[in-house]
Nanobody, 120 residues
Framework: QVHLVESGGGSVQAGGSLRLSCARS????????MGWYRQAPGKQRELVAQ???????NYGDSVKGRFTISRDNAWNTVSLQMSSLKPEDTAVYYC??????????????WGQGTQVTVSS
């Protein structure tokens, strides 16, 4: 079973930067991707950034050019460097791991979330 713990959230002024980190523990048969999602009050959860097993990356349109995702080779850590932060980036950010528990079944694993607040 995969366990995820986020860190690095906090409060920052618009234009500032934050780095979020997610530590993974527990084993899994096959890891597919790691990433970050966020959810603001009254809004749906949305993809922020994702890095796949092939090291390709995907970013939400609203964060392209401002955020950068990375992971280590052992899949133990995934980080999100956030720059030029805007008030609309305010949300709870969730670490996500997608993987196969066996060759036929996959599922998403989630961290508890970390709050990011950007003030104008």
């Amino acid at each position: 079973q995969v366990h995820l713990v986020e860190s690095g959230g906090g409060s920052v002024q618009a234009g500032g930067s934050l780095r979020l980190s997610c530590a993974r523990s527990g084993d899994i048969f096959r890891l597919v991707a790691m990433g970050w999602y966020r959810q603001a009050p009254g809004k749906q959860r949305e993809l922020v950034a994702q890095v796949t097993a092939g090291q390709s990356t995907n970013y939400g349109d609203s964060v392209k050019g401002r955020f950068t995702i990375s992971r280590d080779n052992a899949w133990n850590t995934v980080s999100l460097q956030m720059s030029s932060l805007k008030p609309e980036d305010t949300a709870v950010y969730y670490c996500n791991v997608r993987g196969y528990s066996d060759p036929t079944r996959w599922q998403d694993y989630w961290g508890q979330g970390t709050q990011v607040t950007v003030s104008s």
